[in-house]
């Protein structure tokens, strides 16, 4: 048998918190000193509920940058020791003003990273900065046309001032949050994009990461690199070496018992170990 830690406390954070058929959370990495800075770079997602957050992960992945996927609730401390260079607030099919809705720990808009709010994630940003969140008169699901109003926003470095985007929500903004400003519209929705600059808060009411928007990943190109300063350095080699180097170094001397079910998540973390301590 393989004998010591559990991958669970090894490597894969809050899969515990996981509710039933909820999906796997990110692996996370605190900042290391001995590591390269790129590798202490990503951005962290707060998931919400959206069939889209894996899409988003890997979005910002293929920017070559690490992100890590984490439940819309995890403490503003917690994300704060990981030293994100910003924030994803996912889509999600609640309503902000649902009894049981998903909300996050307020403080995280005190963090000081940039912020993306998608679709949900920007009624979010309305619910806690002073704006208003109303259910539409239609629900706007499908493709739309998006109308870019100030393209010096960073978002939209580098793209027309008409994009297609892919709509998919109920509810919508209907009154900005407190200082900030609208960037574009569609034809249903007159704050399709807000922003505040200074804070560097910005919430899309459509879904950059679907395949729908093809100017999608420019955008999230934009934030990553261009809002969050992140370089473009991140592969998966790299995680890999990363996450055997902290096994490793957790592990130390003592043993490790894995439980394999044969799964996806106990499989790559048999994997990993293996190649860590044999």
């Known amino acids: 048998g393989v004998a010591a830690t559990s991958p669970t406390n090894c490597f894969l954070t809050h899969h515990s918190l996981l509710p039933a058929g909820a999906a796997f959370y990110s692996p996370t990495f605190p900042p290391q000193a001995n590591t390269p800075h790129f590798m202490n770079e990503q951005i ?37 020791a990981l030293k994100p260079s910003g924030l994803i607030l996912s ?16 403080a ?12 949900y994630g920007v009624q979010l940003l309305a619910h806690f900065n002073g704006g208003k969140v109303e259910k539409g008169q239609k629900r706007e699901y499908g493709k739309g046309n998006l109308t870019v109003h100030d393209t010096s926003c960073a978002l939209f470095k580098n793209l027309p001032a008409t994009l297609q985007v892919w709509n998919s929500h109920g509810d919508k903004l209907t009154k900005l949050p407190k200082d900030f400003a609208v960037v574009a519209t569609t034809e249903n929705s007159d704050y399709a994009v807000i922003e ?14 679907v395949v729908h928007t093809p100017r999608g990943r420019e955008i999230y190109s934009n934030f990553v690199h261009g809002i969050c300063g992140c370089g473009k350095h991140w592969t998966m080699r790299n995680y890999l070496e990363q996450a055997v180097a902290d096994i490793r170094a957790q592990v130390g001397t003592e043993r490790v018992v894995l439980g394999l079910s044969g799964g996806v998540d106990s499989s790559v973390a048999a994997a990993l170990l293996h190649k860590a301590i044999g």
């Open 108 to 119: 995280i808009f005190k963090l000081g990273v940039p912020i993306l709010g998608i679709c």
């Open 91 to 106: 889509g999600g099919p609640s309503s902000v003003y649902a009894k049981d809705a998903p909300l996050p720990d307020k």
């Open 196 to 209: 505040h600059r200074a804070r560097r808060i910005f919430g899309l009411q459509f879904h950059p990461e």
């Open 44 to 80: 962290v997602i707060l998931d919400f509920g959206s069939q889209y957050t894996q899409v988003i992960a890997r979005r910002i992945r293929e920017c070559n940058v690490y992100s890590t996927i984490l439940r819309y609730d995890t403490p503003a401390a917690e994300i704060a």
